[in-house]
Antibody, heavy 126, light 107 residues
Framework: DVQLVESGGGLVKPGGSLRLSCAASGFTFGSYSMTWVRQAPGKGLDWVSSISSSSSHIYYANSVKGRFTISRDNAKNSLYLQMDSLRAEDSAVYYC???????????????????WGQGTMVTVAS | DIQMTQSPSAMSASVGDRVTITCRASQGISNYLAWFQQKPGQVPKRLIYAASSLQSGVPSRFSGSGSGTEFTLTISSLQPEDFATYYCLQHNSYPRTFGQGTKVEIK
């Protein structure tokens, strides 16, 4: 089965750090761009960051730029999110999701965000 | 950045009703739009991709339409299991942006 499993969430003090992981299985991880999406309690979905299949292109939401770092290890089928200088407003469930693959011409297929992990909760509080 | 304006933010409907939810993009996104359903405590589930393609396993009462800046999710006959929050997402460009959500409640 195609699956994404997040880990690494927890309670951290403001200004602290956490590293989230997302383990992928059941598909060719290295062929897909990947993304992190978060959802604060009772709020909507909020895109955080994306990384291309080869890590050559990385994107961040303005709210996390300079504090969060996305990375991946295709040999380990794993996606990561290093979160530094955490703030109370970063408290949320963090989901990893499979973003998209590309056709033979390198054009993105219009089939994004089809697989999501179960999420991991991050709470930033003193 | 592309803003996605979703309406309504909430609605009450009855079983059997036809429900329409709209997303408007602040600039053209072709058909790089997906719709998701999320029930409390659950992971978002993709219903529609490429604006109008039905995700495998999703009931045919769900349909999507639109291109450019105006998009619609339609539930032809609302069922009890459809009471949930629905989100649109544009993935034409970065940053990716979600609509604010539409909560469909029981009338």
């Amino acid at each position: 089965d195609v699956q994404l499993v997040e880990s690494g969430g927890g309670l951290v003090k403001p200004g602290g750090s956490l590293r989230l992981s997302c383990a992928a299985s059941g598909f060719t991880f290295g062929s897909y761009s990947m993304t992190w999406v978060r959802q604060a309690p009772g709020k909507g979905l909020d895109w955080v960051s994306s990384i291309s299949s080869s890590s050559s292109h990385i994107y961040y939401a303005n709210s996390v730029k300079g504090r969060f770092t996305i990375s991946r290890d295709n040999a380990k089928n794993s996606l990561y999110l290093q979160m530094d200088s955490l703030r109370a407003e970063d408290s949320a469930v963090y989901y990893c999701a499979r973003e998209m693959s590309y056709d033979n011409s390198g054009y993105p297929k219009n089939d994004a965000f089809d697989i999501w992990g179960q999420g991991t909760m991050v709470t930033v509080a003193s | 950045d592309i803003q996605m304006t979703q309406s309504p933010s909430a609605m009450s409907a009855s079983v059997g009703d036809r429900v329409t939810i709209t997303c408007r993009a602040s600039q053209g996104i072709s058909n790089y739009l997906a719709w998701f359903q999320q029930k409390p405590g659950q992971v978002p589930k993709r219903l529609i991709y490429a604006a109008s393609s039905l995700q495998s396993g999703v009931p045919s009462r769900f349909s999507g339409s639109g291109s450019g800046t105006e998009f619609t999710l339609t539930i032809s006959s609302l069922q009890p299991e459809d009471f949930a929050t629905y989100y649109c997402l544009q993935h034409n460009s970065y940053p990716r942006t979600f609509g604010q959500g539409t909560k469909v409640e029981i009338k």
